[in-house]
């Protein structure tokens, strides 16, 4: 029995640190928000949808990355149009915004952050390209912009039109 | 004391509440091309005997649904971003039914209402900024594909804001109403984004306006902008060239034309503020001129004539 708990015991031990690995490579992959956003149709009123490509050593992290950084693409790089879809700029209104709120989106794009609240997955098959020793998994989302709008808005990270008048 | 600090404290919220620059109001209109290519055109004589080809917007707003459809669809989403804006068909509405009060008015004695030529002329559906819809539907075959533009612009500098355009996929099944609809809600973030820096660019270098200096004929006063005035006998024409380079923000506006009549300055940029941080549009700012041509030593009689919030007429020589 005592054998029994101990190699139980040994056998927890030595896997905590392997999740903890693929998870720290995970946020490592996130934190370089290293992905390619394209538009993947005009949206319905108040959404983006967007096919995004992430990267990663595993294909079901990388696919679950995707959420996180389609609502990075929307804020920062906003993506190009073409074949009847329409091209969309940032939201955020100037270069520096995610330097000058650092801490604001470190908290918000980490794994309990808010970034959740305006992405969805639409039930599209996602695409897997191995691309040397890693993958390359492609997502269609929805993206909640003008909620994600009003919440960068009031939490002073971008302008609104009518702020200052 | 602690009724003071009561006051202190009234004082400064009154203060930060008129502090609020000035929102400039939005219109959308359809363009003239479009009003043109559906036949929602109408005479009207031109003061030479001739007459001239305007955009009948009562006639395309009572028959074109597409029209009302897209108006109200690019209301609604800019009023969601905080925006409201102007109502086309119900300015026009207003329009007609102060000028059927304007009539029917009179005082106990008799007298209408006094009403000058230029105050008929002025009562017209604007807005400071003009929203203008362009769309067109191209068919092959059985395929219709829509273009479409969008493109603001200043009323009073008559500048471009800047817009959005584009065609939209071949389609099928769509009708115009979808069509158009889609095009709006795919569109108007682009151009909301450069409404966006253009309000930026005026919060950074001042409100962009633009003034007229004009001369009544034979005036009391007999003077031109070519008079000696003031002690240094400089020209009146550059005493106000003086005068703009001091007020406006960092010396901006430039000189379109002048003569002994008539001086036009563009690109004029005025603070948004006064000095004890009340809004400033340009009627204050032509005030501050008048205020100073008045006075010691020129003591010149002027009036100021509002063209809204982007254009100002000040008469030299009488009130």
Same mark, same amino acid.
């Given at each position: 029995?005592?054998?029994?708990?101990? /190699?139980?015991?040994?056998? $927890?031990?030595?896997?905590?640190?392997?999740?903890?690995?693929?998870?720290?490579?995970?946020?490592?992959?996130?934190?370089?928000?290293?992905?390619?956003?394209?538009?993947?149709?005009?949206?319905? &009123?108040?959404?983006?949808?967007?096919?995004?490509?992430?990267?990663?050593?595993?294909?079901?992290?990388?696919?679950?990355q995707c959420k996180k950084n389609a609502v990075h693409g929307v804020i920062f790089k906003g993506y190009t149009g073409g074949n009847g879809c329409v091209a969309q700029r940032p939201l955020a209104n100037h270069a520096g915004v995610e330097m000058e709120y650092e801490e604001y989106f470190r908290q918000f794009f980490s794994d309990s952050g808010e970034y959740y609240k305006y992405v969805s997955l639409t039930g599209a098959a996602q695409e897997v390209v191995k691309v040397g020793k890693e993958y390359k998994v492609g997502v269609i989302v929805s993206v909640q912009k003008d909620e994600l709008r009003k919440a960068l808005e009031q939490a002073g990270v971008i302008r609104g039109l009518g702020s200052g008048f | 004391m602690k009724k003071f600090l009561f006051i202190a404290a009234l004082l400064m919220m009154s203060v930060a509440a008129f502090s609020q620059a000035k929102k400039p109001t939005l219109m959308v209109m359809p363009s003239d091309a479009w009003c043109y290519q559906n036949g929602y055109m109408k005479s009207i004589p031109d003061g030479t005997g001739s007459?001239?080809?305007? #955009?009948?917007?009562?006639?395309?707003?009572?028959?074109?649904?597409?029209?009302? /459809?897209?108006?109200?669809?690019?209301?609604?989403?800019?009023?969601?971003?905080?925006?409201? $804006?102007?109502?086309?068909? &119900? +300015?026009?509405? %207003?329009?007609? +039914?102060?000028?059927?009060? &304007?009539?029917?008015?009179t005082s106990k004695s008799g007298n209408e209402m006094a009403e000058s030529p230029i105050d008929n002329l002025l009562r017209v559906a604007k807005a400071d900024i003009i929203i203008e819809l362009t769309w067109d539907v191209k068919e092959q075959g059985p395929k219709r594909t829509l273009s479409y533009i969008l493109e603001g612009k200043d009323s009073y500098t008559g500048k471009s804001i800047g817009g959005s355009n584009g065609t939209s996929s071949p389609s099928f099944s769509a009708d115009l109403t979808v069509l158009l609809e889609e095009a709006v809600v795919a569109h108007i973030d682009n151009f909301n984004s450069r409404l966006q820096a253009y309000f930026d660019d005026l919060f950074a270098?001042?409100?962009?306006?633009?003034?007229?200096?004009?001369?009544?004929?034979?005036?009391?006063?007999?003077?031109?902008?070519?008079?000696?005035?003031?002690?240094?006998?400089?020209? /009146?024409?550059?005493?106000?060239?003086?005068?703009?380079?001091?007020?406006?923000?960092?010396?901006?506006?430039?000189? %379109?034309?002048?003569?002994?009549?008539?001086?036009?300055?563009? &690109?004029?940029?005025?603070?948004?503020?006064?000095?004890?941080?009340?809004?400033?549009?340009?009627?204050?700012?032509?005030?501050?001129?008048?205020?100073?041509?008045?006075?010691?030593?020129?003591?010149? #009689?002027?009036?100021?004539?509002?063209?809204?919030?982007?254009?100002?007429?000040?008469?030299?020589?009488e009130k």
């Open positions: 029995m005592k054998r029994n708990i101990l /190699l139980f015991t040994l056998a $927890l031990v030595l896997a905590i640190p392997a999740f903890a690995g693929a998870k720290k490579k995970a946020e490592k992959d996130t934190e370089h928000f290293r992905y390619e956003i394209e538009c993947a149709g005009n949206g319905t &009123q108040g959404t983006y949808l967007v096919k995004v490509w992430s990267y990663s050593r595993r294909a079901n992290i990388a696919a679950e | 007459e001239k080809q305007i #955009p009948d917007y009562e006639e395309a707003l009572r028959t074109s649904m597409d029209l009302k /459809l897209a108006i109200a669809k690019i209301n609604d989403l800019m009023a969601e971003r905080g925006f409201p $804006l102007k109502d086309l068909e &119900q +300015q026009l509405k %207003l329009i007609q +039914q102060q000028t059927a009060e &304007q009539n029917l008015v270098n001042g409100r962009e306006v633009s003034l007229e200096i004009r001369i009544f004929a034979d005036n009391a006063a007999g003077i031109d902008l070519e008079s000696e005035v003031g002690t240094d006998a400089e020209e /009146l024409g550059e005493v106000i060239d003086g005068w703009m380079a001091t007020n406006t923000v960092e010396g901006r506006f430039s000189k %379109l034309g002048s003569s002994e009549n008539y001086a036009a300055y563009e &690109q004029v940029r005025i603070p948004l503020y006064k000095s004890n941080g009340v809004a400033m549009d340009t009627e204050a700012f032509a005030r501050q001129l008048r205020n100073f041509l008045r006075k010691e030593p020129y003591n010149i #009689p002027c009036k100021v004539l509002n063209r809204g919030l982007g254009k100002c007429i000040i008469v030299l020589g």
